[in-house]
């Protein structure tokens, strides 16, 4: 590493640690910065949270954004770890390793990418070469009646596309494993900031399609099982079909640090996947990333 970028990538929790403070040292707390993707968000907030009880000589600040956003902070050393709900891209490696930064990857739970309807809507299955033909450039799924039904409070019959913005993880992640690798989306879409925002925007839009983490379902949506081709099993999301690989549409959730992390980052991503860090992924709703027993 050049030694111009030295003090650049000086750890932010060691460098907060050695900026805060009382006069009598008590108040000294090392603060661990912590971006990215807004699926990871909620349970990033709960881990944080526990982690106070844990060791209250750290605090865990939370910000979302979206996957790139917290990726190219991580990479321009403005925070400590990265959360994002896809892999790094090589130009993003490229950026990092031309930034003097090798990127390391922990899995840290999988999640089902959930369909979301309004609870009106009837549908109660969907395949993959649907969605595409839904979401897709030049799919011909466009009203509700192609898919041979009729939404309550739907008069228009038009199907509202909800999606999610291209600096997230989810809007890339849907886009590989629905679209495929050289699919574009449908213009016209309604691209929503964050995965709460796409649920409460079907959740009050008969008409509405959407997708996002299954963390998010509410009691106000439907969420149809998903088959891979016309034909196949069904599959309904969850957070057993998810660690299984039985549902077609679930990933892994990534958390990435500037190299090796050190001190109080490495104790928190070591608690984050221990039994106890695990067991607080479960209780938001996805899937730890190792078999886990929690009480």
């Excluded at 060691?14 to 040292?25: E, F, K, Q, Y």
């Excluded at 609870?119 to 979401?135: A, C």
């Excluded at 898919?147 to 890339?172: A, F, H, K, M, W």
């Excluded at 996805?286 to 027993?293: G, S």
Aim: contains cysteine.
């Amino acid at each position: 590493m050049k030694r111009t970028n030295m003090r650049r990538f000086f750890p932010l929790a060691l460098l907060a640690l050695a900026g805060c403070g009382g006069s009598d040292g008590r108040d000294q707390r090392a603060v661990i910065q912590n971006k990215g993707s807004d699926t990871l968000l909620n349970v990033a907030q709960a881990w944080a949270e526990a982690y106070g009880s844990v060791n209250p000589d750290v605090a865990v600040a939370i910000t979302g954004g979206g996957s790139g956003t917290g990726i190219s902070a991580m990479i321009n050393g403005t925070v400590d770890i990265a959360n994002s709900s896809r892999k790094m891209r090589e130009s993003e490696l490229e950026a990092a390793r031309g930034n003097g930064v090798e990127p390391i990857e922990f899995v840290v739970g999988y999640d089902a990418l959930a369909i979301f309807l309004h609870e009106d809507n009837p549908i109660g299955s969907i395949t993959i070469p649907q969605l595409r033909e839904v979401y897709g450039e030049g799919g011909g799924i466009t009203r509700w009646s192609d898919l041979g039904v009729q939404v309550p409070g739907c008069s228009s019959d038009e199907i509202v596309l909800v999606s999610r913005q291209n600096n997230s993880g989810t809007y890339v992640y849907f886009k590989e494993a629905v679209l495929g690798e050289d699919g574009e989306y449908k213009l016209g879409s309604r691209d929503m900031h964050g995965s709460k925002d796409v649920v409460d925007l079907v959740e009050n839009t008969p008409c509405a399609i959407g997708y996002s983490g299954l963390a998010y379902a509410t009691e106000h949506v439907g969420m149809p099982c998903v088959a891979g081709e016309e034909g196949s099993e069904c599959v309904s999301p969850s957070v057993a079909t998810a660690v299984s690989g039985a549902y077609p549409i679930a990933r892994p959730l990534f958390m990435y640090t500037a190299g090796e992390p050190h001190g109080a980052v490495r104790d928190y991503m070591d608690w984050i996947l221990s039994p106890e860090g695990q067991c607080v992924i479960l209780e938001r709703g996805y899937a730890p990333h190792t078999e886990t027993e929690c009480t």
